[in-house]
């Protein structure tokens, strides 16, 4: 394999849970040795958040966390002590990337803000990613995921149209949003000091990073100064285009703390379009309704209602697979829709080799996690390195960049400025 892109990058991460974590994954993906920097005191709380593995450190055996921190080192220091934050500063000199996500004045009040990082470094280049940035009334708040979802306007635009309400998505979505428009900040930064031999810091708001997905409807706010509707599963320029349910599927799940696996009936559902008045043509006879194959665009509009009660009765008696199927031969538009279950066995990502094992010691035979979703041809797509244990490479990392000496480290342990394990963990 030839050179990964960030081969030769040293990142600190002091981020949590998911936004920087997910940033410092992508650069890890991308070659970078990336340094999981947790307090004994104060770790990464996503490291205890369930599900994990029954029976197990939870620490060290969390899905969630092992998913988005995986092929990075774990390095422990209580930058709260002055012998913690004495180290990191030395450590920094010997990096090229600092990434944070803590509220805006945490590292002030830590006693490393941007003057101390950039004289412990010149060359660092720094991406803090507070939820609504180092400036600005609302600098102090904490935003999760969800709170930066709706306080972007993206919340706005989800829903089903009909009673105005708004509908957060299933998941944090501005946390993987900002994630990757920080790890995008981070190579503009390297490749700024390439030219000018110098660092940067770069202030980088998730609010902002939401707002920003909302792109037509921002542009159709400033043109005509009214909010865009709620258009459910529907599009204004296609009729009928919907979300329909099909027969049941038996599947058994695996639920995490459940042993053995638990067997159960999961709902499949299929979006179905008729982009053109040929497609159309082909899935009213496909549904054997010859007797609406004639109607025009703007009068399946108008009945659009009865259209989707059409193509339901018509799903409803058949598995999602064949829907898929069916319409796709008629030559009209169709896909299914995934759940975070059926998508392990999707033929495509099987067959473009998405998911990948990498053995751990304290997760499941057999874990699939998702590869990164950018490769070059003709290499390797599967993981490098499972996610670290706590501390797992403090003393390697300690020694090998700063020479500490053995004597050294174990006081650094017997202070807890250092440690292979949470003080006081807990669970959730």
């Given at each position: 394999m030839?050179?990964?892109p960030?081969?030769g990058?040293?990142?600190?991460?002091l981020?949590m849970?998911?936004?920087g974590?997910?940033?410092?994954?992508?650069l890890a993906e991308?070659g970078?040795d990336v340094l999981?920097?947790e307090?004994?005191s104060?770790?990464?709380?996503?490291?205890?958040?369930i599900?994990?593995?029954a029976?197990?450190?939870?620490w060290n055996?969390s899905y969630?966390?092992n998913?988005?921190?995986?092929q990075?080192?774990?390095v422990?220091?209580?930058?709260?002590?002055?012998?913690?934050?004495?180290?990191?500063?030395?450590?920094?000199a010997?990096?090229?990337?600092?990434?944070?996500?803590?509220?805006a004045d945490?590292l002030?009040?830590?006693?490393?803000?941007?003057?101390?990082?950039?004289?412990?470094n010149?060359?660092l280049?720094?991406?803090?990613?507070?939820g609504?940035?180092?400036?600005?009334?609302?600098?102090?708040?904490?935003?999760?995921g969800?709170?930066?979802?709706?306080?972007?306007?993206?919340?706005?635009l989800t829903?089903?149209?009909?009673?105005?309400?708004?509908y957060?998505?299933?998941v944090?979505?501005g946390d993987?949003?900002?994630?990757?428009?920080?790890?995008?900040?981070?190579?503009?930064?390297?490749?700024?000091?390439?030219?000018?031999g110098?660092?940067t810091?770069?202030?980088?708001a998730?609010?902002?990073?939401?707002?920003?997905m909302?792109g037509?409807?921002?542009?159709?706010a400033?043109?005509?100064?009214?909010?865009?509707?709620q258009w459910?599963?529907?599009d204004?320029r296609?009729?009928p285009q919907?979300?329909?349910?099909?027969?049941d599927?038996?599947?058994?799940?695996?639920?995490?703390?459940?042993?053995?696996?638990?067997p159960?009936?999961?709902?499949?559902?299929?979006?179905?379009?008729a982009?053109?008045d040929?497609?159309?043509?082909a899935?009213a006879?496909?549904?054997?309704?010859?007797?609406?194959?004639g109607l025009?665009?703007?009068?399946?509009?108008q009945?659009?209602?009865?259209?989707?009660?059409v193509?339901?009765a018509?799903?409803?008696q058949?598995?999602?697979?064949?829907?898929?199927?069916?319409?796709?031969?008629?030559?009209?538009t169709?896909?299914r829709v995934?759940?975070t279950?059926?998508?392990?066995?999707d033929?495509?990502l099987?067959?473009?080799?998405h998911?990948?094992?990498f053995?751990?010691?304290?997760?499941?035979d057999?874990w699939?996690?998702p590869?990164a979703?950018?490769?070059?041809?003709?290499?390797d797509?599967?993981?490098r390195?499972?996610?670290?244990l706590f501390?797992e490479?403090?003393?390697?990392?300690?020694?090998?960049?700063?020479?500490?000496t053995?004597?050294?480290l174990?006081?650094?342990?017997?202070?807890s400025?250092?440690g292979?394990?949470?003080?006081?963990?807990?669970?959730?």
């Open positions: 030839t050179r990964l960030l081969d990058m040293r990142v600190a991460d981020s849970m998911w936004a974590p997910f940033a410092t994954k992508l991308m970078a999981k920097i307090s004994p104060a770790w990464d709380n996503i490291r205890t958040l599900p994990f593995p029976d197990s450190e939870p055996a969630y966390f998913t988005y921190n995986r990075k080192r774990s422990t220091l209580d930058l709260a002590q002055d012998a913690g934050r004495d180290v990191f500063l030395r450590l920094l010997h990096c090229d990337v600092l990434v944070e996500n803590y509220r945490v002030d009040n830590l006693g490393i803000g941007y003057d101390v990082l950039r004289a412990a010149p060359q280049v720094i991406v803090s990613m507070a609504f940035g180092k400036t600005g009334e609302d600098r102090s708040l904490v935003g999760f969800p709170v930066i979802e709706m306080m972007s306007g993206l919340t706005s829903g089903y149209g009909d009673d105005g309400i708004p957060k998505c299933g944090s979505y993987p949003v900002g994630g990757q428009m920080a790890a995008a900040a981070v190579v503009l930064g390297l490749m700024q000091r390439r030219r000018t110098t660092g810091v770069i202030d980088l998730q609010r902002e990073t939401g707002a920003a909302a037509e409807a921002f542009v159709a400033s043109r005509h100064g009214t909010d865009q509707p459910g599963n529907r204004p296609l009729a919907g979300c329909y349910r099909c027969a599927q038996d599947l058994t799940r695996w639920e995490g703390t459940a042993t053995p696996p638990v159960g009936t999961e709902e499949q559902w299929v979006v179905v379009a982009r053109t040929a497609e159309w043509r899935l006879r496909l549904v054997g309704r010859d007797d609406l194959a025009d665009l703007a009068t399946r509009q009945r659009h209602d009865e259209l989707d009660e193509l339901a018509w799903a409803r058949r598995t999602a697979a064949d829907v898929v199927a069916e319409v796709r031969a008629a030559g009209a169709a896909g995934h759940d279950v059926s998508v392990h066995d033929p495509q099987a067959a473009r080799g998911w990948s094992t053995p751990h010691p304290h997760m499941p057999g699939r996690q590869v979703a950018w490769h070059r041809v003709g290499e797509r599967g993981l390195a499972r996610a670290p501390g490479h403090t003393r390697t990392v300690l020694t090998e960049l700063l020479g500490c053995a004597d050294e174990d006081e650094l342990a017997a202070a400025v250092i292979d394990a949470p003080i006081n963990p807990g669970v959730g």
